[in-house]
């Protein structure tokens, strides 16, 4: 399972879910459609996890 296209797609958005607090929106999806593709191709968590806090979507996000 853990290697399918689907279940790592999956796992990105329930992380970015996590990481930012709150449902994914517009705003956080074309950072979860660059991280789903990298993470799909490499499936590292570590480097998941450190793209996300660089990511726009967490480092600008609004307060909910």
């Given at each position: 399972l853990a290697g399918m296209?689907?279940?790592r797609e999956c796992?990105?958005?329930s992380?970015?879910?996590y990481a930012n607090g709150?449902?994914?929106d517009s705003q956080m999806k074309p950072d979860?459609?660059?991280l789903s593709e990298h993470f799909i191709e490499?499936?590292?968590i570590r480097e998941l996890a450190a793209s996300v806090i660089?990511?726009?979507s967490f480092l600008y996000r609004l307060d909910r």
């Open positions: 296209t689907e279940v796992f990105v958005e992380y970015l879910q709150h449902e994914p979860q459609e660059a490499n499936g590292d660089k990511a726009d």
